[in-house]
């Protein structure tokens, strides 16, 4: 068996159908089989020794009382830790491997940012409590927004919005804010064909018509199509720069001062600005309103466990539109909060709320915490860590996949191919469940819709080149398979907990709930 120059040893080649040996068990060595909770307790035992109720003594429950056993597994605690223990080993997460998915930027978590994230006075906030006992979290969330305004080059921040899409929305409210302040009512959106999904979705949500701007042959904005459908009935364009194809929009500046001419405005959805920071300041491509992502570009988990965090930055013409809350300064240094709509001089054309808090400090905290370990010039080589993963990728598989944009030159941050290259029978799903018998979590499938049976990878910066080339080997092997036409594929994964699912009946007919059979 060859071994690659990192010294990882690829896997064996699939056994044949039918070379399986079933064990009594329905392990497979250290993957354990593991039956439901409910299978493994019942409810006439317990985990802990409770004395019998005294049956003479009145009953404080009156027409609460249980009329029927409830039927919750009764376990130990051995069983119970095991049996999580288990779940847990079945489960894929970022402590366990790449997570090659394009247009999420699923980054390492540093584990400092958990430590500060729980300090006290950051992790036993309440949104309650009185201003002078919050002078410190107010102090983050005002150092974090300068740290934003200033990386992309912005007068102005809303960190009020929970995530990415609450941002967008965020911003286009802002955008009809102002339109409806100057008295001129506008009903359309464009959006281009390589813009992120949620990004038409936004657009109607908040009232607009959606029209689509198509994509040039080399991936990017067709910025003729755009200039001549601009007019007066425009209310602005949604971009997603670095696109959805990996690429950057070489013409932003000029699209922007187009749509500024045409009176409109200009959205650019910040999801893939991981890829710029510290390179380009959106500000300066005449950007009126861009989300952060704090997930994606400063290190923050997906949801946090609660609330996320999609701040968003500002023109000087949409600045006075923000949403509230507001984090101001007083004259003696001190900070205050500004929530009411009748804030007065404060922001008196703030279109609203938002929501009714800050309630994403942890997202906040961790932020910051990430921002600080690394300063200005440490972030500027996470993004050029994270465009030269994404190029190295691309450019060890466009050999074995068809790479639609790779004659455009480098990718950003994330590495676009298609299903061009498979037999006939060979789909993107077959390649993206022979990567779990691989070990890996697949990367987005069938996104964007501009590349058929597309596949779309972001390495991200945390990953060293031997993690790359163990992903890129087992890809590859996959990739030359499916050309080939190998029938084994449409039956992958083989080692998962579970075989391939039937994913429509799952996702249209779910089963929510245990039942017991006879």
Known sequence: MNINPTGWRPTAPEPAEGAFVPTTTGNRGLMLEEPLIFEIGTGETCGVDLPEPDAAAPSRLGARARKAPVALPGLSEPEAVRHYTRLSRQNYAIDCGIFPLGSCTMKHNPRLNEKVARMDGFADLHPLQPESTIQGALAVIDELADWLMKLTGMPAIAMSPKAGAHGELCGMLCIRAALEARGDPRAVVLVPESAHGTNPATAAFAGYRVETIPATEAGRVDTAALKAR?????????????????LFEPDMREISDAVHAAGGFVYCDGANFNAIVGRVRPGDLGIDAMHINLHKTFSTPHGGGGPGSGPVVLSEALAPFAPLPLVLHNADGTLRLVEEESAGEDQPESFGRMSAFHGQMGMFTRALAYILSHGADGLRQVSGDAVLNANYVLRCLEGVLEAPFASSGPCMHEALFGDGSFAKGVSTLDVAKALIDEGFHPMTMYFPLVVHGAMLIEPTECESKANLDQFITALR???????????????????????????????RKPVLAWHETE
């Not at 601009?230 to 990996?246: H, K, Q, R, W």
């Not at 449409?490 to 907990?497: E, H, L, S, T, V």
């Open 477 to 507: 092997a996959i990739a030359e398979r499916a050309a080939a036409g190998d029938p084994t594929l449409g039956q992958a994964p083989y080692y998962a907990p579970r075989r391939r699912l039937d994913e429509a009946a799952a996702a």
């Open 230 to 246: 601009l007019g007066p009935d425009v209310a602005g364009v949604m971009i997603t720069n670095p696109n959805t194809c990996g």
